[in-house]
């Protein structure tokens, strides 16, 4: 069955850096638009970057010249290096892959920010 393995999750400083990696296995990873997405307690889960097949990427105002998604084909593997991390950013960060028949969710990784 598809897996979608999010890690890099953790604890930070307000102002520090983190690397989300999530590794897909059992998906011809290369035409799945993939994407990152966060829920915080109490609110709705929301995007917060995605890319595409053809690597054209979008992201959500909050975190635009902070947070960068990537891709890397041929690991099945995608990225969000983020940096200048805030207290706003701690929440679950989940992984998604999307194609016109399918859609995938990861486990989620838990990042926490501290004041």
């Known amino acids: 069955q598809v897996q979608l393995v999010e890690s890099g999750g953790g604890l930070v400083q307000t102002g520090g850096s983190l690397r989300l990696s999530c590794a897909a296995s059992?998906?011809?990873?290369?035409?799945?638009?993939m994407g990152w997405y966060r829920q915080a307690p109490g609110e709705q889960r929301e995007s917060v970057a995605t890319i595409t097949s053809g690597g054209s990427t979008n992201y959500v105002d909050s975190v635009k010249g902070r947070f960068t998604i990537s891709r890397d084909n041929a690991k099945n593997t995608v990225y969000l290096q983020m940096h200048n991390l805030k207290p706003e950013d701690a929440a679950v960060y989940y992984c998604?892959?999307?194609?016109?028949?399918?859609?995938?969710w990861g486990q989620g990784t838990q990042v926490t920010v501290s004041s």
């Open positions: 059992r998906i011809t990873f290369s035409i799945y638009d």
């Open positions: 998604n892959a999307k194609a016109s028949f399918s859609s995938y």
